[in-house]
């Protein structure tokens, strides 16, 4: 049974290209959740899905970030024109249900040149 | 406020003693608590979940809550080496899960 698989695992950008984040829940999970990790910080929530629903997104910046979970295929967060603050480890995490836990997967460490 | 406090450490023990990491939690209303245990450079693996008022044990862990003091605990029982992480408490209030920046345990051979 897979878990939660992100990928690329590293990615590195040029300032002002946009990066594309992926991960593809446990199976059974319909919830997604991102979150974005500086070192030596704890985790800072973006945002949270369901199948073709953003239910919260308060933790995303207003401008260059998104995220989606369509109907098929994985959650996608995409961060457009990246600059150097943007450079972290995005963690996902999914769950069967909001109540129950959340299991990440190995994280994407976005390196902007 | 922060929505989860902990104790950045770190926190040394010697092996095969009793390690205690300690969270506070702003939120009277959060629902439900949780621990993960995080290796440096890997992702936050799960460790505990609680739900109700008291102790709940899992093998060599033990996680405590206390609603009325906003405050939840989690105990490890005869540390080994490669317990030595970091542990961060997360808790859920309505639709976000809140994190708390972690406490780094040591446990010294």
């Known amino acids: 049974n897979a878990g939660v698989m992100q990928n690329p695992r590293h990615l590195v950008r040029r300032r002002g290209q946009e990066a594309r984040l992926r991960c593809s829940p446990m199976?059974?999970?319909?919830?997604v959740y991102w979150y974005r990790q500086l070192p030596e910080e704890g985790l800072k929530f973006m945002v949270y899905?369901?199948?073709?629903?953003?239910?919260?997104e308060s933790g995303m910046p207003k401008e260059r970030f998104s995220a989606e979970f369509p109907k098929e295929g994985p959650s996608i967060l995409r961060i457009q024109q990246v600059v150097r603050g943007d450079s972290a480890a995005y963690f996902c995490?999914?769950?069967?249900?909001?109540?129950?836990?959340?299991?990440f997967g190995d994280g994407t460490r976005l390196s902007i040149l | 406020q922060k929505e989860v406090e902990q104790n950045s450490g770190p926190l040394s023990v010697p092996e095969g003693a009793i390690a205690s990491l300690n969270c506070t939690y702003s939120?009277?209303?959060?629902?439900?608590f949780f621990w993960y245990r995080q290796y440096s450079g890997k992702s936050p693996e799960l460790i505990m979940f609680?739900?109700?008022?008291g102790d709940k044990e899992d093998g060599r862990f033990t996680a405590q809550l206390n609603k009325a003091s906003q405050y939840v605990s989690l105990l490890i029982r005869d540390s080994q080496p490669s317990d030595s992480a970091t542990y961060l408490c997360?808790?859920?209030?309505?639709?976000?899960?809140?994190f708390g920046s972690g406490t780094k345990l040591n446990v010294k051979p």
């Open positions: 609680i739900y109700s008022n």
């Open positions: 899905l369901q199948k073709e629903n953003i239910i919260d």
């Open positions: 199976k059974g999970h319909s919830h």
């Open positions: 997360a808790v859920k209030s309505f639709n976000k899960f809140y």
């Open positions: 939120d009277r209303g959060s629902q439900s």
């Open positions: 995490a999914s769950s069967p249900s909001d109540e129950q836990p959340q299991h």
